[in-house]
T-cell receptor, first 115, second 111 residues
Framework: NAGVMQNPRHLVRRRGQEARLRCSPV?????VYWYRQLPEEGLKFMVY????????ESGMPKERFSAEFPKEGPSILRIQQVVRGDSAAYFC?????????????FGQGTRLTVV | AQSVTQLDSHVSVSEGTPVLLRCNYS??????LFWYVQHPNKGLQLLLK??????LVKGINGFEAEFKKSETSFHLTKPSAHMSDAAEYFC?????????FGKGTRLHILP
């Protein structure tokens, strides 16, 4: 029973390129969360998705960032025209349908470095 | 508004001495509370969780936490620190449709 799988684990992009981060939730989980961890800081909520729906994107930057969780396949966090300030660790978590009294299961994270 | 406050960004203790990591929360609901640990360059691992059963919760690696509703606290403790406990610890509140993280406490273990 695989846990949350994120890939790639490490991603290097030049300024102006696009970054695509993938998250495959635990089998049977239909809820996905994305978090960003800047160096020396805690985890900050970005977006909460269910299959084919964005439920809460209050933590997403207004520009360049987008997320999706299609009916088939992994959730994707997409960052267009990356800048140095996007360098961070991005964590994905998944949970079963009732997100209450249940913990979220986290992936190992993708460490994005913008050069 | 719901929030999680970890009162110390860094805590240093000597090996073999007790550990106390403090966490206070505010929530509109009867919350579920969790502590996660993150070792350097690793993902997050669940230490323990409170879900309205016993107020004293035991977790892995000798950690435990006590839910005190009157104080809105969920402090993490361990009787005797080990070098392998050096990591970052996150207090987390779970509400319907959202998980809220504290800013983290970095635990340093002195030899």
């Amino acid at each position: 029973n695989a846990g949350v799988m994120q890939n790639p684990r490490h991603l290097v992009r030049r300024r102006g390129q696009e970054a695509r981060l993938r998250c495959s939730p635990v089998k049977g989980h239909s809820h996905v969360y994305w978090y960003r961890q800047l160096p020396e800081e805690g985890l900050k909520f970005m977006v909460y998705l269910q299959k084919e729906n964005i439920i809460d994107e209050s933590g997403m930057p207004k520009e360049r960032f987008s997320a999706e969780f299609p009916k088939e396949g992994p959730s994707i966090l997409r960052i267009q025209q990356v800048v140095r300030g996007d360098s961070a660790a991005y964590f994905c978590a998944s949970s079963p349908p009732v997100m209450y009294n249940t913990e979220a299961f986290f992936g190992q994270g993708t460490r994005l470095t913008v050069v | 508004a719901q929030s999680v406050t970890q009162l110390d960004s860094h805590v240093s203790v000597s090996e073999g001495t007790p550990v106390l990591l403090r966490c206070n929360y505010s929530s509109s609901y009867s919350p579920s509370l969790f502590w996660y640990v993150q070792h350097p360059n690793k993902g997050l691992q669940l230490l323990l969780k409170y879900t309205s059963a016993a107020t004293l919760v035991k977790g892995i690696n000798g950690f435990e936490a006590e839910f005190k509703k009157s104080e809105t606290s969920f402090h993490l403790t361990k009787p005797s620190a080990h070098m392998s406990d050096a990591a970052e610890y996150f207090c987390v509140v779970s509400e319907p449709n959202k998980i809220i993280f504290g800013k983290g406490t970095r635990l340093h273990i002195l030899p």
